[in-house]
């Protein structure tokens, strides 16, 4: 599990001076926390971060020498400045189930050479103990073909006991489409014969 450092931050100081002065700005909330935390991290450690960690991830979160196990449930991201501007966590309580999201990652795509290989779900909504949490779902894709689909109660997360699931079992995640290519046939149709 990563570890991310962070500080309290005073909310006398304005979020947009701390990203100016290089920070991250966030919250930690609970269930056992009165009101939430706010939170700054260098800018450099939430790049760091997030480049091997997405939201639902589970990290260990130091603020100010005390450790907490949390969950990433929002990063704010400009897209404009190409930065993170906010990244809030959920304090975990063992034992307890909390809401999450696995990210769906397809293996094999590359083998897919007949039809267009469509992934409709990117993430999968679920509630878990801390211990029980998933981070992302692998779909090997690699023997499909046109007309398949795979949808949520084919995978293995919609077996396992220790997860309730919040996305529908009948959702599809991954399909494969024929290829249309309609301006070909029209030009062929439309040759004079000779």
Do not use: C
Request: cysteine-free; overall charge negative; proline content about 3%.
């Amino acid at each position: 599990m990563n570890t991310l450092k962070a500080e309290k931050r005073s909310m006398d100081v304005k979020a947009k001076k701390l990203r100016r002065e290089g920070y991250v700005t966030g919250n930690v909330f609970g269930r056992e926390m009165k009101g939430s935390m706010p939170i700054k991290i260098a800018k450099q450690e939430a790049e760091r971060l997030i480049k091997t960690n997405k939201k639902g991830s589970q990290v260990m979160l130091e603020v100010d020498g005390q450790s907490m196990d949390v969950l990433i449930k929002e990063i704010d991201y400009n897209s404009l400045k190409k930065e993170i501007e906010e990244i809030d966590f959920q304090a975990l309580v063992s034992g307890e189930k909390v809401h999450s999201v696995a990210e769906v990652e397809l293996l094999n795509h590359e083998k897919v050479t007949t039809g267009v290989l469509q992934l409709l779900l990117e993430e999968i909504a679920y509630k878990a103990v801390p211990a029980a949490l998933v981070e992302k779902v692998q779909i090997d894709v690699g023997d499909m073909h046109v007309g398949d689909s795979i949808r949520l109660r084919d995978l293995p997360i919609a077996s396992d006991k220790d997860i309730d699931l919040q996305t529908d079992l009948d959702a599809i995640i991954v399909t494969v489409s024929p290829v249309r290519n309609a301006g070909v046939d029209e030009a062929e149709a439309e040759e004079p014969e000779k």
